[in-house]
């Protein structure tokens, strides 16, 4: 068991040569303390870039992921897919020899990371302030719903609950719809991409002085993160942004738009490109006309423009126009479903659908890693995730065969 950072650790010099070398964070081990979305996420991420990741989970059904649909056979799919290659231990944090266990793995662990309600942990004793103290090299990576400081921060919260508060909702839908959420579980998926970031940072700092430290991430801070020109339209101009369907607020033409058969994507973010546009929709004219002169003009007379875009582009059908559009250099692009983006040639071509290595989950395929290091191999299959406890005995003789540090 390599508890030992190649980050921290000057006798290693290289980590690619190591022969489980499988990305830059080869010899990392993280303490996996999470469960459902937001902190799996972020372990992930850590292990797509060669992180060893050990999960400890509950004895009395583990994660709750693993009770989560779809499934094959009896394997929770959504389970699967975000626990592919961690290993797994049950451990029970009141019971004396669990924690003796766990102490024993916090010792050796590069970095913990947790996704409980603040103060959980502490009231175990293994909160961020006592393991500090005992384990000071040790970076603990915390995700809740509201961090850990603030009037909120004993709140419960979920991916909807943090999507409505952070003014995302508010921006997501067609005006004077219901409020909608995002479909993807962006509350979740930030504040685990944010939290990989963070621990990333701090083993790097890390590296630097010898000190671990707190990694506080909050669920709701990461949607405020996210509100991209929402927060300085509002601060700038006063004005309350409201759900626009899916063009751009400050870009037009930004938009899906209709065609023969359904909708092309179309994004001409400056005036050559939109020149570009009417010429390659037999619409000249538009280039000239006072309501479209310029970017401020059209997103002035936006619903006019994108009327008389229509007129045109219904005359053929979608794919005609992109072959149209990739001539004339024009960004643009077709609205998949999930069905064809997971059978896009492209996202072959990239390993961004990989299947998953094990048998009983039969032919299951999983995202793939998008980070693409040139040092590094591409994740091309993903290996098992872990049963719960599945990992008990190895790691229990690879503690017995560790010194401790």
């Not at 003796?100 to 916090?106: I, S």
């Not at 909807?160 to 997501?172: A, F, L, Y």
């Not at 601060?235 to 938009?255: D, K, L, N, Q």
């Not at 209709?258 to 400056?270: F, I, S």
Request: aromatic residues 6%; contains cysteine.
């Amino acid at each position: 068991m390599r508890y030992d950072s190649p980050m921290a650790d000057p006798s290693v010099t290289d980590a690619v040569t190591t022969p489980d070398a499988r990305g830059p964070l080869a010899g990392v081990v993280v303490l996996d303390c999470t469960r459902v979305l937001a902190g799996p996420f972020a372990t992930m991420v850590l292990h797509d870039l060669g992180a060893r990741v050990i999960k400890v989970e509950r004895p009395d059904g583990g994660d709750d992921a693993r009770g989560f649909g779809p499934f094959v056979g009896d394997r929770s799919a959504y389970f699967t897919s975000l626990n592919c290659g961690k290993e797994s231990i049950a451990l029970d944090l009141t019971a004396p020899a669990d924690r003796d266990v766990f102490e024993r793995l916090v010792a050796r662990a590069d970095v913990l990371v947790e996704n409980f309600r603040p103060g959980t942990l502490d009231r175990l004793g293994f909160g961020w302030d006592a393991l500090h103290v005992r384990h000071p090299r040790l970076v603990y990576a915390a995700v809740s719903g509201f961090g850990r400081t603030g009037p909120y921060s004993a709140r419960p919260a979920y991916d909807m609950v943090v999507q409505g508060m952070g003014g995302v909702m508010s921006i997501t839908g067609v005006a004077g719809g219901e409020p909608t959420r995002v479909g993807a579980s962006i509350g979740d998926i930030t504040a685990g991409l944010f939290l990989a970031n963070g621990i990333t940072a701090a083993l790097y700092h890390r590296d630097r002085t010898g000190q671990g430290m707190l990694v506080d991430v909050g669920m709701l801070d990461c949607q405020v993160a996210i509100l991209e020109n929402a927060i300085a339209r509002y601060t700038a101009m006063g004005e309350v942004p409201g759900p626009i369907g899916s063009r751009h607020p400050s870009i037009t033409p930004f938009a899906a738009l209709r065609t023969a058969d359904g909708d092309v994507v179309v994004a001409a973010g400056n005036d050559k490109l939109f020149v570009a546009l009417a010429e390659v929709l037999g619409r000249p004219e538009l280039t000239a006309d006072p309501r479209f002169v310029d970017n401020a003009a059209r997103c002035a007379h936006v619903h006019e423009l994108h009327d008389l875009l229509e007129q045109a582009l219904v005359t053929r059908t979608t794919a005609a126009w992109l072959d149209a559009f990739e001539v004339a250099g024009i960004p643009s692009g077709p609205v998949n479903d999930v069905a064809a983006v997971v059978h896009d040639p492209h996202v072959a071509a990239r390993h961004m659908v990989v299947p998953i290595a094990d048998p009983a989950v039969g032919p299951l395929r999983a995202a793939g890693n998008p980070v693409k290091c040139s040092a590094f191999p591409e994740l091309t299959v993903r290996p098992p995730a872990p049963g719960l406890d599945a990992d008990r005995a190895r790691l229990l003789a690879e503690l017995d065969r560790s010194p401790s540090p």
